[in-house]
């Protein structure tokens, strides 16, 4: 067992929840939308706050490697951990924990999706450190809940039981995991009080999260072994070839729903996964008229919009509440309640050549 403490940035996606702006090769990410930053930027930037750099790592997959490579042309090979297909969170996670639980020898690891919003930074890096610190001490799997505001349909939600912990923030065991509900359960979770925002950010020791993935994902387990006995000897075609046939699963559905051992830290932090168009709008800085306004735009009495082009003429005049982004791969108009709807528009439009 060692104090080490590591974190690792899980980036990528297909490119479709922010479609025509993202794309399979530069997903969102990626795309520098707040203040000319991308999410990943933002994600890195935080973590160097409390982590040395030397122990801050990303996990993606091959094809978006050049992406990452063309944002940090600096970024030494050590710290990327990279998959050969992306397999969803749980393969993700695994193996980078095999990666670090091999160079570290059992260190506390925390994950974090890359493509999240957080504000109120101090308060971020309270509940981190007394997660790290629990971590270090117990079995315990840790995540991060965040009071919900609103009744979100778009999150999961996680249910808390008895407290584990009043030292702030306050810490509680997990009764269960909720998936993403329909408005009227949503409204029932915002009142209740013992419903929070999963947030999808993790932390935990290495052998602590190896034994509940080969206990509640043993296929998995024994897949991922198998392909690193290949990469270990050098033969990185059957490397691929196996990884790519792990189970495609989140780390939610195939552990932690399952798992005895998760506990919560109440996060006071401002959270959002920047998941929509619409979340986007949330989180930017809008002028008089609550209108967010990027590239080469010319608008005129518009209200209560996100207008965004990427190096193309655009015009919108006399709108209110609208989403309208014009880029190389196409165009998109909807209302902020049809936000959520885009990622079928782009799986229509996209193809593995844009």
């Not at 203040?35 to 890195?44: A, F, K, M, Q, R």
Request: hydrophobic residues 45%; negative net charge.
């Amino acid at each position: 067992m060692t104090d080490t403490v590591c974190a690792v940035i899980m980036a990528g996606g297909k490119g479709e929840r922010f479609w025509p702006l993202s794309t399979p090769r530069s997903p969102k990410p990626f795309l520098k939308l707040i203040d000319g930053n991308s999410l990943i930027e933002l994600t890195y930037e935080r973590l160097k706050k409390v982590f040395p750099e030397d122990r801050i790592f990303f996990v993606l997959a091959q094809e978006h490697l050049s992406t990452l490579k063309e944002l940090y042309p600096n970024l030494k090979s050590d710290f990327i951990i990279v998959e050969p297909e992306g397999r969803d969170t749980a393969a993700c996670i695994a193996y980078s924990v095999f990666f670090l639980n091999k160079l570290f020898g059992d260190p506390v690891v925390a994950f974090f999706p890359a493509d999240h919003y957080i504000g109120t930074e101090d308060l971020f890096k309270i509940a981190l450190l007394r997660a790290v610190e629990i971590a270090k001490e117990t079995d315990f799997l840790l995540t991060f809940g965040i009071r919900p505001t609103r009744p979100e349909i778009g999150y999961g939600y996680i249910r808390v039981g008895e407290v584990f912990s009043l030292s702030e923030p306050p810490v509680y065991r997990v009764q269960r995991f909720v998936e993403k509900p329909s408005l009227e359960k949503a409204k029932e979770y915002l009142e209740a009080g013992d419903f929070y925002w999963n947030s999808g950010i993790f932390v935990w020791r290495t052998s602590a999260i190896l034994r509940e993935i080969e206990r509640c994902l043993p296929q998995l387990f024994e897949g991922l072994k198998e392909a690193l006995s290949y990469q270990e000897n050098g033969d990185f075609a059957r490397f691929s070839a196996c990884y790519k046939r792990l189970p495609r699963i989140s780390i939610d559905y195939g552990v932690m729903e399952k798992s005895t051992e998760v506990l919560m830290v109440k996060g006071d932090f401002v959270w959002d996964d920047v998941g929509t168009w619409a979340s986007l709008f949330r989180i930017l800085k809008k002028d008089e008229n609550s209108l967010v306004r990027i590239g080469n735009a010319f608008v005129s009495d518009v209200k209560n919009s996100i207008i965004i082009s990427d190096d193309l003429n655009l015009g919108v005049l006399g709108v209110d509440g609208l989403i309208v982004v014009a880029a190389k791969n196409g165009v998109l108009v909807c209302t902020h309640e049809y936000a959520g709807f885009v990622r079928e528009l782009a799986r229509y439009f996209l193809s593995d050549d844009l």
